[in-house]
T-cell receptor
Framework: DAGVTQSPTHLIKTRGQQVTLRCSPKSGHDTVSWYQQALGQGPQFIFQYYEEEERQRGNFPDRFSGHQFPNYSSELNVNALLLGDSALYLC?????????????FGPGTRLLVL | QQQVKQSPQSLIVQKGGISIINCAYENTAFDYFPWYQQFPGKGPALLIAIRPDVSEKKEGRFTISFNKSAKQFSLHIMDSQPGDSATYFCAATRSWGYQKVTFGIGTKLQVIP
């Protein structure tokens, strides 16, 4: 049973560029949440997707957007990259349909903005 | 606003000792408190979790103690081993509605032989 998978594992971009990160949830899960983890900090909630809609959002600017597909996989898009966007981006999945609130994390995508 | 406060930020324990990490929360709407373990280069892994109607939960060498009135909870790692060396995050969330997880700052644990 595959857990949460994310791609790519590492990414280097320059300021002003745009980036797309991808996530496949754990089998049986229908809800995907995205988190940003800066070096030496705890993960910070970006947003959560369920039934292909964003249903909750953290304190992040509109440059951060996402999408969920019918197969429950998800993308995180970040436009106009800033140096401060350098971080580990984590995807977590859970199962709203089964009433489960435990979130399982993927290995993350390490983004470096130069 | 740091809704979950965690201490210490770093901890060094000898092999066989007890590691203790403390957390406090502010939002009384939280009703589910997971702990995550993160190794370098990996995502956080769910370690153990507790709900406020229980004062203590034990799984192997890991124990969570919960004090609802003080809005505090802690993780105890008994007989700490070098393989336990990792960063530990306490967290809080609601088990209903939209369930974003709010994390503490993390504790980097080093268990020395």
């Amino acid at each position: 049973d595959a857990g949460v998978t994310q791609s790519p594992t590492h990414l280097i971009k320059t300021r002003g560029q745009q980036v797309t990160l991808r996530c496949s949830p754990k089998s049986g899960h229908d809800t995907v949440s995205w988190y940003q983890q800066a070096l030496g900090q705890g993960p910070q909630f970006i947003f959560q997707y369920y039934e292909e809609e964003e249903r909750q959002r953290g304190n992040f600017p509109d440059r951060f957007s996402g999408h969920q597909f019918p197969n429950y996989s998800s993308e995180l898009n970040v436009n106009a990259l800033l140096l401060g966007d350098s971080a580990l981006y984590l995807c977590a999945s859970s199962s709203t349909g089964q009433g489960s609130y435990e979130q399982y994390f993927g290995p993350g995508t390490r983004l470096l903005v130069l | 606003q740091q809704q979950v406060k965690q201490s210490p930020q770093s901890l060094i324990v000898q092999k066989g000792g007890i590691s203790i990490i403390n957390c406090a929360y502010e939002n009384t709407a939280f009703d589910y408190f997971p702990w995550y373990q993160q190794f370098p280069g990996k995502g956080p892994a769910l370690l153990i979790a507790i709900r406020p109607d229980v004062s203590e939960k034990k799984e192997g060498r890991f124990t969570i103690s919960f004090n609802k009135s003080a809005k505090q909870f802690s993780l105890h790692i008994m007989d700490s081993q070098p393989g336990d060396s990792a960063t530990y995050f306490c967290a809080a969330t609601r088990s209903w509605g939209y369930q974003k997880v709010t994390f503490g700052i993390g504790t980097k644990l080093q268990v020395i032989p």
